[in-house]
DNA sequence: AGGCTGTACTG
DNA sequence: CAGTAC
DNA sequence: GCCT
């Protein structure tokens, strides 16, 4: 996948520095500095900009106007995740993120099944959440030990279903008896370990700070690194999961070196904690997954993901990883 | 009725 | 190969 | 679950 013609390179002309600036307001003055052709972007009709994120100006914070819908929808969708129903979460989940894009509050059945994604099921569920505040669904499905328990191991980041099943047939019940009696891959005992860090949201604010850090440590190996946090905090969520940075150089060339000396450098400094998943090697673009802690008092530890690809990739590199994952189907 | 991305790592 | 995660 |  992301077979990306080195073709793409006029395209992204503005990615230098400061990717900060760009996820600020879509107010006024932004409008005449970017490509001529665009110019009228503004007059966009009404219709296009809410039914197509992409065509909605990217500034600004997102809004969700229905968090009372997606909240009770995620419920069941981690339920029947946990439950192995993989397919049917799925579809929650493809629901949950559209109606978590829609511009507006949804009022009634009918606005809901004209959502891409959003059948006649979840439409019925949308309305009886609008109506009452909740679904009784939640309760039949959420509310027993077994489903708890199940959500409260997968919290555990490399256990999933299976995994948390077994622990559950084995008569586990708490992280407690876990730590005591499981017996833990590395991943999970990493996942155990931070287990309520990592399962807490990430300011945006914060998220720029790691970004800013992640920057810093970079130039100081090779000046003109591109270092851009992607995933939903550049899909401009005030909260996000983990942070995922997107790394490149603009030189075509300098990225192939960059990986080792750039995470040594993180480890050093004491910022990266501990490695999940050191080199994933896709075609010439490499992962790590792994753990990183600000410095200073008080800071959680939280979720990092670095991706380096060459520059001829680096825009739709930037499109897939921030995503979201529907998006990208 | 049948697909829902495709790939890499770990054990 | 199954499980997990991205 | 939804979509084709």
Excluded at 69 to 83: D, F, G, Q
Aim: aromatic letters at 8%; proline letters at 4%.
């Amino acid at each position: 996948m992301l077979y990306s013609p080195c073709k793409l390179r006029h395209l992204q002309k503005d990615t230098d520095e400061k990717n900060t600036s760009r996820e600020d307001d879509d107010t006024s003055a932004e409008d005449n500095t970017r490509e001529g052709s665009f110019k009228k972007r503004k007059f966009l009709p009404k219709e296009l900009k809410e039914k197509f994120a992409c065509a909605r100006p990217s500034g600004k914070q997102v809004k969700d106007f229905n968090h009372h819908i997606t909240a009770e929808l995620e419920k069941l969708a981690a339920a029947y995740k946990s439950k192995k129903d993989t397919w049917r979460a799925l579809g929650y989940q493809k629901a949950i993120s559209a109606i978590r894009n829609y511009p507006r509050p949804i009022t009634s059945r009918e606005e809901a099944l004209s959502i891409r994604g959003v059948g006649g099921r979840l439409a019925d569920k949308v309305a009886e959440i609008v109506e009452s505040g909740k679904l009784r669904k939640v309760a039949e499905v959420c509310e027993d030990e077994e489903a708890q328990t199940l959500q409260r191991f997968m919290g555990v980041w490399g256990a999933g279903p299976t995994t948390a099943h077994g622990w559950y047939i084995q008569g586990y019940r708490t992280l407690e008896d876990l730590r005591e009696k499981g017996n833990l891959t590395r991943h999970q005992q990493i996942g155990l370990k931070y287990y309520d860090d990592i399962n807490s949201r990430i300011p945006r604010e914060e998220v720029a700070e790691i970004e800013n850090y992640v920057r810093s440590a970079a130039h100081g190996i090779k000046k003109g690194l591109i270092v851009m946090v992607c995933g939903s905090y550049r899909r401009g969520r005030a909260t996000c999961g983990d942070v995922d940075v997107l790394v490149t150089h603009p030189d075509g060339q300098s990225h192939e070196t960059v990986f080792q000396p750039l995470l040594n450098k993180l480890r050093e400094t004491g910022f990266l904690t501990d490695d999940l998943v050191t080199q994933e090697d896709n075609g010439n673009q490499k992962k790590y997954l792994g753990v990183c802690k600000l410095p200073g008092e008080g800071q959680k530890y939280r979720r990092l993901d670095v991706i380096v690809v060459p520059y001829c990739e680096f825009a739709p590199a930037a499109m897939y990883f921030t995503g979201s994952a529907h998006f990208n189907r």
